[in-house]
């Protein structure tokens, strides 16, 4: 057995608070050095301070430590690029144990202890919201990389942010098209029975009838099942397409035992990769989902007319072209959606020179100048693909590719325009009191 | 227990209170909110102990009285836009039903079925969360807003989400339970209550009905929970599942035997030590549940009757 | 789907969970029963033993029945090892003391779960089934492997039972959970027993749990499941009592599987925890027990 | 005079065995009343069921006249039933004092005041002489004093009617005689319903004597009309070591 949740790995990593140190000793060394810098600048070259809010444990972790890798990387490239405004960043990491409660004490610690400048990272939903109220209390930045709709919703407060990654409901409103035109207009929907779930179960219906097609049965299974046979008799025999969200260690079982329950003689599947990321698709049991479809953030595949920027930057995060580690095979990445990570710190670099940040005294500059950012160009910094921003909900929208499994591989087979996944503004941060 | 004592132990008790009055002025601003965070979460381990330590009845479903606390008053604020106070008696109420309800029933089995009755029931509970998520928030939760959760006494109103305010809101919950544990445990009733634990049958040939002091105990238990919780959403902003989970009702009876059971301060030192436990091993390494776990058998096997009851057994046998 | 057919498969799902359910809860009833002990571990135990599986099939390769076999045999050893080692070092220098017991258990729930964290990793990992024949029905299709596991629990579970009811060993058991003190008296020594019944019942999790891993992947988080639904199984079947585990961990399974046919699943597993807790309110001796305490 | 307790076909059985079986038993007010029998006659199950621990399983208990078959054990304390175990069962983690005050606060009629609790528990602890031991740990005392902590208790209780069950077992002879002292000045105040396998205790004790053997009565009377009983003579050198 490998040490795949890098406990060892500690010592390793470049992102640990003790290397930090050591970091800033070597900087402190510099800076004395005679004829070196003025003291006055010892200041403001301090480094720029992110605290990232990781799942390490918990159900999360599978996620944490694809993201640590990624923000690693991305880091690295910041700070060999000459840091954010002149200034070297430097990650301090705390595990939220994927738990609202410790994520809001994480939050607190940051803000109080670690005195970070902004507060970035997290995935699941409910951390992000057990977490959000702290953040705005402390007046600190909060970016999330979680695809939740919970910003974008403006149920949160005006410091937490998703620059980086679509959330879930356009997500879902671009897909219904394709589904629509290439799969069937009988659509059953399986999702989980807790809020991701629900934001399929609430999204997917109006956005189908927009298309002329349908759901027809809506069946919720509960996130500790560990079995799903029993639920597929409500499987209505007229379905031409299952339309699957499961999320959890239990999808394996979930897709094994749909293959047996139906042989060859299957719908149409089509399902959000959230619930295969970091597990291989070429695993035993899965080769029943040969030629169905999935939605992938960002493919887990290389493809052939990859961009250079996306070429770069999955060579910067350690990914080979199967989006396992380099080196590794068998450790898949969660690629379609920690590119996030990636993008929202290339936002907030954006923002903080916009800002001119120098502190956290500009914590309120920083979160009016990323609110006034519109939209982010397809590039090494977007290796995702362009984006739009809309300040006013701080969400960002970007494109979705929809991926065929083909010979053990995903291969991108469409890709959604941004304006299928605008939607209405339910509301407005930039209304409220910084 | 005993009649002695009684000037030493108030002493000591408005003395550990002063102290953490003083320390919110000396506290750097993290341990400050840390403390904050704490004494909220003792009051719940208070409650606990109310019930596990004095009356030696084992419950793995308390998660559910901190949880009706937590969804009484944070839905009073989210859904029906009551003001502080009264969504805190919203919390309030709601555990104190609650409880009495699941005492009715619980009471009826001891020992291991006592533990798995109330299990149970808190994972009912915890589902229903789940279940009636188009108020609850389900898995997700709720925040409650910040602009709501202000304390409002005629034209003066204060800011819970207010660091100085909030340490005070929490030092108050937190005295009031600890004064009101204390009175408890040294009354006619908080002796009555030991008796129950240290020989039911005995009791009851004393001419006590067991089963309505049970009952009584487990009420104050369960609302002293259900303060804690109200006062969790009120001050932190935030109403969630998780807090209603297995792992939350677990996580008192360790607060508490670190502590010391049946100690009353015993259940403060044990939440504080574990904070820190987990806080400052999170900084040297990702598996601080190994420390947790190795720290919990070595305390039952070297300590285990807790820091305080320790501290009690050996040097201090007047501790309340 | 229709009635029948529907009722059907809810009936084989319901079976399948009731025989791997049998196996781990037999074995916390065992551990309860001889030793008094709430083994709040017991889920990890189960958990070891699937990720063992997992361990084991990978390093050995070739032929999937080839490494499911040797973890069949090799996950249970090495889990009853740990087990063993942990009843030396923890739980008798406690004294078996019920409630330092609980806690010490909780803590071998915690070193047990980041262990496997930290070697094993996050993600969820399948094992292949040593073989996979879909049996095809007029209605749907059904894996041939879950109907092995039926009968491979019951397999298990009668040499369970022979072994209790006909054997020396089974004797020595039975006389310590009776009266240790007077066991002692007549020369059995009661920390041998204690110690073998702790292995065996992880041993016996670590079996169900090699057997269900075929179709539900290791996991460093799911030991809690099992553990919740066995504490209700042994609970509603009478402590100790080896029957009444079996038809109750049939009964639960079985509910499982019909009640879901009916309600939501989330309103279907209140109301079946619900019932359970009532049972148990009104019946604390279990359905099949004598008087529990 | 109303008897104060009397009890009409009450029966009790455990599996097969019969251990109590209709029993007809009449108690006046003021006796002291000894209940001897061979070992498994009985005894122990019969005061148990007139105390309410264990439920008949037919027949009737009055108490003063009233039917109180079905109250809960706690209530006939109340009334005035108060039981001493045969295992001492005191508080072995609570001092004499606590397990003297827990009888005392509860019978209190003011209820309020700190120093009638005080007051009850000091007269209870002086009247069996463990006044100098109010603060020990009651697992701590010797196991005469636990013996007596648990008349104390019994006392606290102002019972009408207290069972002593075999209240003399394991003490010394020096502690006896105090022993019997004691239960003398209690009779004063409460009728005494004694188990007792002493022999000489019951006979300086006991007003009148009733026999039980295999769970029925064999034979009541004043203590030389029993000395002289030669169904109880059978029953005891049948069954005496």
Redesign the interface.
């Known amino acids: 057995m490998t040490d795949k949740?890098?406990?060892f790995d500690?010592s390793k990593t470049t992102l640990t608070?003790r290397n930090a140190l050591k970091g800033l000793a070597a900087g402190a060394g510099l800076a004395m050095a005679p004829g070196f810098v003025r003291y006055s600048q010892a200041q403001s070259s301090a480094p720029i301070k992110i605290g990232f809010q990781s799942h390490?444990?918990g159900i999360g972790a599978a996620y944490g430590r694809w993201y640590e890798k990624t923000t690693a990387a991305a880091i690295k490239a910041i700070n060999a690029a000459g840091g954010i405004n002149g200034r070297q960043v430097e990650v301090i990491i705390?595990?939220d144990g994927t738990?609202?409660?410790r994520g809001?004490?994480v939050v607190?610690?940051f803000a109080?202890?670690h005195k970070t400048d902004i507060v970035f990272g997290t995935l699941f939903?409910?951390v992000v919201?057990?977490?959000?109220?702290?953040a705005?209390?402390a007046k600190m930045p909060y970016f999330v990389v979680s695809e939740?709709h919970?910003v974008a919703s403006t149920?949160?407060?005006r410091y937490v942010f998703q620059p980086g990654i679509t959330d879930v409901k356009s997500q879902i409103q671009s897909m219904a098209p394709w589904i629509a035109a290439n799969a069937g207009k009988k659509v059953t929907q399986i999702f989980p029975?807790?809020?991701f779930g629900?934001d399929h179960r609430d999204y997917l219906p109006p956005a189908l009838k927009a298309q002329g097609a349908e759901v027809i049965a809506q069946i919720a299974i509960?996130?500790t099942e560990s079995s799903f046979t029993k639920y597929f008799p409500q499987i209505p025999a007229e379905t031409e397409v299952i339309y699957h969200v499961m999320v959890g260690p239990a999808v394996l079982t979930f897709v094994k035992e749909l293959g047996e329950f139906y042989g060859s003689n299957r719908p149409q599947l089509f399902g959000f990769i959230d619930s295969l990321e970091a597990t291989d698709i070429n695993s035993p049991g899965l080769e029943f989902l040969d030629g169905s479809h999935f939605w992938e953030g960002s493919p887990r595949y290389a493809q052939p007319d990859d961009s250079a920027a996306q070429k770069a930057y999955r060579a910067a995060v350690g990914i080979d072209d199967n989006g396992a580690a380099v080196g590794d095979p068998k450790d898949v990445s969660t690629a379609a959606h920690m590119f996030g990570c990636w993008e929202t710190l290339y936002v907030v670099k954006k923002a903080m020179e916009d800002a001119g940040y120098k502190g956290p005294e500009d914590r309120a500059k920083l979160v009016e100048a990323t609110e006034a950012l519109k939209e982010f160009a397809e590039g090494p910094e977007h290796p995702q693909g362009p984006k739009t921003f809309n300040g006013k909900i701080h969400q960002c929208f970007g494109i979705q590719n929809i991926s065929k499994v083909e010979g053990g591989k995903l291969k991108v087979v469409h890709k959604t325009k941004i304006e299928d996944g605008l939607y209405e503004a339910e509301g407005d941060y930039t209304t409220q009191a910084l | 227990?005993?009649?002695?004592s009684p000037a030493k132990a108030y002493a000591l008790h408005l003395g550990a209170i002063a102290l953490l009055f003083v320390l919110s002025f000396l506290l750097?601003?993290?341990y400050?909110?840390?403390l904050a965070?704490i004494m909220v979460l003792a009051v719940f381990a208070m409650g606990y102990n109310m019930l596990f330590g004095y009356v030696g009845l084992?419950s793995l479903g308390h998660a559910m009285f901190f949880g009706a606390g937590l969804y009484g008053a944070g839905l009073a604020v989210i859904q029906l836009g009551w003001s502080v106070p009264a969504a805190f008696g919203a919390g309030l109420g709601c555990g104190a039903v609650l409880s009495l309800i699941i005492g009715l029933?619980?009471l009826?089995?001891?020992?291991?079925?006592f533990?798995?009755?109330t299990?149970?029931?808190a994972?009912?509970f915890y589902?229903?969360i789940?279940?009636f998520?188009a108020w609850t928030?389900?898995?997700?939760?709720?925040?409650?807003p910040?602009p709501a959760r202000v304390l409002s006494f005629g034209a003066t109103s204060l800011d819970l989400?207010n660091?100085t305010v909030r340490y005070i809101c929490a030092l108050s919950l937190f005295s009031l339970v600890l004064l009101i544990t204390l009175a408890i445990v040294r009354s006619?009733y908080g002796?009555?209550l030991?008796?129950i634990r240290?020989?039911e049958?005995?009791?009851?040939?004393?001419?006590?009905?067991?089963f309505s002091n049970k009952l009584a105990a487990v009420v104050v238990s369960g609302t002293i929970c259900a303060a804690s919780g109200a006062a969790y959403a009120l001050l932190?902003?935030?109403v969630?599942?998780?807090?209603a989970s297995?792992q939350y009702s677990?996580l008192p009876?360790?607060w508490v035997?670190l502590g010391g059971a049946a100690t009353t301060l015993g259940p403060l030192i044990g939440t504080l030590f574990m904070y820190y436990v987990i806080?400052v091993t999170?900084?040297y390494?990702?598996?601080?549940?190994?420390i947790?776990?190795?720290?919990?058998?070595l305390?039952?096997?070297f300590f285990?009757k807790g820091i305080l009851g320790s501290i009690r057994q050996r040097w201090l046998g007047w501790l309340p | 789907m229709h009635f029948g057919p529907h009722l059907l498969l809810a009936t084989l799902e319901g079976l399948v969970t009731s025989a791997v359910l049998a196996l781990t809860a037999l074995g916390l009833s065992l551990v309860?029963g001889v030793m008094r002990v709430?083994n709040v571990a017991h889920g990890e135990f189960f958990m070891l033993g699937a990720v063992l599986a997992w361990a084991i099939t990978s390093a050995i390769g070739g032929h999937p029945a080839l490494g499911f076999l040797a973890a069949l045999v090799i996950a249970p050893l090495i889990v009853g090892a740990v087990a063993v080692v942990a009843e030396r070092l923890?739980l008798r220098?406690?004294n078996y003391?019920?409630?330092?017991t609980?806690?010490?258990t909780?803590?071998?729930?915690?070193?047990i779960?980041?262990?496997a964290?930290?070697f094993y990793g996050p993600e969820a990992r399948p094992v292949e089934p040593p073989f996979s024949y879909r049996i095809l029905l007029p209605w749907f299709g059904y894996s041939g492997y879950k109907l092995s596991i039926i009968a491979a629990s019951a397999v298990l579970l009668i040499a369970t039972w022979l072994v209790l009811t006909r054997t020396k060993i089974g004797l020595i058991m039975r006389a310590t959970q009776y009266d240790s003190e007077t066991a002692q008296a007549f020369g059995i020594s009661v920390g041998r027993v204690y110690g073998g019944v702790f292995a065996l019942g992880a041993m016996l999790a670590a079996i169900a749990a090699v057997l269900i891993v075929p179709i539900s992947q290791a996991h460093y988080l799911m030991g809690?499941d099992p553990l919740?639904l066995s504490?209700?199984v042994v609970?509603i079947g009478g402590?100790g009592s080896l029957r009444g585990t079996v038809v109750a961990a049939v009964l639960i399974g079985l509910s499982d599987g019909i009640i879901s046919m009916f309600f939501?699943p989330?309103?279907a597993?209140?109301i079946a925890?619900?019932l359970?807790?009532?049972v148990?309110?009104?019946r604390?001796q279990g359905l099949f027990g004598t008087a529990?305490? | 005079m109303t008897p104060l307790l009397t009890t009409k076909g009450l029966s009790r059985n455990f599996g097969g065995l019969r251990a109590v079986d209709s029993v007809d038993f009449t108690l006046m007010p003021g006796e002291i009343r000894a209940v001897i029998g061979p070992n498994g006659a009985g005894k122990t199950t019969f005061v148990s069921l007139v105390?309410g621990?264990i439920r008949p399983s037919s027949g009737a208990i009055l108490f003063d006249g009233a039917d109180i078959t079905g109250l809960?054990?706690?209530v006939r304390?109340?009334q005035g039933i108060?039981?001493t175990?045969q295992i001492t069962?005191?508080?072995?983690?609570?001092?004499a004092?606590?397990n003297v005050?827990?009888?005392v606060?509860?019978?209190l009629s003011d209820g309020r005041s700190k120093g009638a609790?005080?007051a009850g528990v000091m007269s209870a602890l002086e009247r069996t002489g463990l006044a100098g031991r109010a603060?020990m740990p009651a697992g701590q005392l010797s196991y005469g004093h636990q013996r007596l902590l648990e008349v104390a208790?019994g006392l606290a209780?102002k019972p009408r009617l207290l069972i002593l069950d075999e209240p003399t077992q394991g003490l010394a002879d020096s502690e006896i005689d105090n022993f019997v002292e004691l239960v003398r000045d209690i009779a004063k105040s409460a009728t005494v319903l004694l188990i007792e396998h002493n022999m000489p205790v019951v006979m300086h004790l006991a007003d009148r004597i009733t026999v039980f053997n295999a769970g029925r009565i064999l034979a009541e009377g004043a203590p030389e009309a029993i000395r002289n009983d030669a169904a109880v003579q059978d029953a005891y050198l049948g069954t005496a070591p």
């Open positions: 949740n890098g406990f500690l608070r390490r444990t705390e595990d738990d609202p409660g809001a004490e607190g610690k109080t202890q939903s409910h919201i057990g977490s959000a109220p702290a705005g209390e939740g919970h149920k949160l407060n029975d807790f809020a629900y509960p996130p | 227990m005993s009649e002695a750097p601003e993290y400050h909110g840390v965070r084992l029933l619980a009826r089995t001891t020992g291991v079925a533990m798995i009755v299990m149970m029931f994972q009912v589902l229903a789940l279940y998520a928030g389900g898995d997700q939760g709720m925040v409650v910040q989400t660091p006619r002796r009555v030991v008796a240290e020989n049958e005995r009791t009851k040939m004393l001419g006590y009905d067991t932190f902003g935030y969630g599942s998780s807090f297995v677990i009876l360790l035997l806080d999170s900084g390494t990702s598996a601080y549940l190994l947790v776990g190795i720290a919990l058998i305390l039952v096997l285990p | 309860f709430v923890v220098r406690l003391n019920p409630e330092a609980i806690v010490a909780i803590g071998m729930l915690y070193i779960q980041q262990l964290l930290t809690q919740l504490f209700i609970i402590l939501s989330t309103l597993k209140i925890t619900l359970v807790a009532m148990l309110v009104f604390p529990s305490r | 105390s621990r809960p054990a706690y304390v109340r108060a039981y175990f069962s005191v508080f072995a983690n609570l001092s004092y606590d005050a827990l009888p606060q509860r019978t609790v005080r603060h208790m209780l």
